[in-house]
């Protein structure tokens, strides 16, 4: 059974930095694009990142850019979302997941390009 896991999420003051961490298990996707998505209370799943299948390439959602670094090792077979100068307004569940295209660039920011999703974890930033 393929999973995506995510993990590194917690609670953060406004300011602080936090970086997550999204480990497959089942199978590899070094040959796939990689996202992540967050989703807020009463709100839609909305894109945060993306990076390609070589790590050539990243994307970001206007709101993050800046603040958020997506990065992918994968002889490690994981990838990352590191997070800085992190606000209230970034509180989410956030998740990891796959697309459904193999060698895949970074601009896929819609969750129908997405195969497989993670459980999530959670961000809080208090202010």
């Known amino acids: 059974q393929v999973q995506l896991v995510e993990s590194g999420g917690g609670l953060v003051q406004a300011g602080g930095s936090l970086r997550l961490s999204c480990a497959p298990s089942?199978?590899?996707?070094?040959?796939?694009?990689m996202g992540w998505f967050r989703q807020a209370p009463g709100k839609e799943r909305e894109f945060v990142a993306a990076?390609?299948?070589?790590?050539?390439?990243?994307y970001y959602a206007d709101s993050v850019k800046g603040r958020f670094t997506i990065s992918r090792d994968n002889a490690k077979n994981t990838v990352y979302l590191q997070m800085y100068s992190l606000k209230p307004e970034d509180t989410a569940v956030y998740y990891c997941?796959?697309?459904?295209?193999?060698?895949?660039?970074?601009?896929?920011?819609?969750?129908?390009?997405?195969?497989?999703w993670g459980q999530g974890t959670q961000v809080t930033v208090s202010s």
């Open positions: 990076i390609s299948w070589s790590g050539g390439s990243t």
């Open positions: 089942g199978r590899t996707f070094n040959s796939y694009a």
């Open positions: 997941a796959a697309s459904n295209e193999a060698y895949s660039g970074a601009t896929r920011n819609h969750r129908y390009e997405y195969d497989y």
